[in-house]
């Protein structure tokens, strides 16, 4: 929740493009982070992305389905929409 409330911040004061991941074990944060890394680079639509990575988190975490799954919806996106003036 913090990490969110944070996230939000940091874009509200500017920044571009904010993602934010929960906190997690490092095994799972390098396979989250290599995943998004190849999203980054690809043309998956950003809500599909969002729930690969909640899908993966799912997948990793050896906690009950209610716990894993609060810890993954805790992953933000920010991004700002670019407009013609």
């Known amino acids: 929740m913090l990490t ?9 004061h500017g920044t ?3 993602v934010s991941l929960p906190p997690l074990d490092a095994v799972a944060t390098a396979g989250v982070l290599e995943q998004l ?3 980054i680079y690809s043309s998956v639509p950003l809500e599909e992305a969002l729930v690969r990575l909640q899908d993966r988190i ?3 975490l050896k906690l009950g389905f209610e ?7 805790d992953i933000c996106f920010y991004a700002g929409v670019a ?3």
């Open 37 to 39: 890394a190849e999203f």
């Open 4 to 12: 969110r409330a944070f996230a939000a911040e940091v874009f509200a």
């Open 16 to 18: 571009p493009v904010v």
């Open 83 to 85: 407009t013609i003036e």
């Open 58 to 60: 799912l997948a990793e």
């Open 67 to 73: 716990d894993a799954l609060e810890i993954a919806l």
